[in-house]
């Protein structure tokens, strides 16, 4: 069973950068996407980014399109997040995610197809 921890959360003042990973232990061999999700106060948690292992491919939600990348790093078994020109509107809880199937046609924007979460990392956009 993989394990996920992130980190490189806080307080950002608007245009501001942050970078977050996602350390993944135990059979991340296994794991075909990883990904991104975010979620707000009050808000349900929506997709940010994700990337397959096989091909490098990536995937982003249009809100944050141009302004972050997703990466990794196989060698750390590492993933990572780059936050550049951040909104407070992109305050929220950042949680990495894991999938063991390779998902296509949208469904990697989905939140249940994915089985293995991290437990969190604040990120807070002051205007």
């Known amino acids: 069973q993989v394990r996920l921890a992130e980190s490189g959360g806080g307080l950002v003042h608007a245009g501001g950068s942050l970078r977050l990973s996602c350390a993944a232990s135990g059979r991340a061999s296994n794991t075909y996407t990883e990904a991104w999700f975010r979620q707000a106060p009050g808000k349900e948690r929506e997709f940010v980014a994700a990337m397959w292992r096989v091909g490098n491919r990536t995937s982003y939600a249009d809100f944050v399109r141009g302004r972050f990348a997703i990466s990794r790093d196989d060698a750390e078994d590492t993933l990572y997040l780059q936050m550049d020109s951040l909104k407070p509107e992109d305050t929220a809880v950042y949680y990495c995610?894991?999938?063991?199937?390779?998902?296509?046609?949208?469904?990697?924007?989905?939140?249940?197809?994915?089985?293995?979460w991290g437990q969190g990392t604040q990120v807070t956009v002051s205007s």
């Open positions: 995610a894991a999938s063991t199937s390779a998902l296509y046609s949208g469904t990697h924007t989905w939140s249940d197809q994915y089985h293995a």
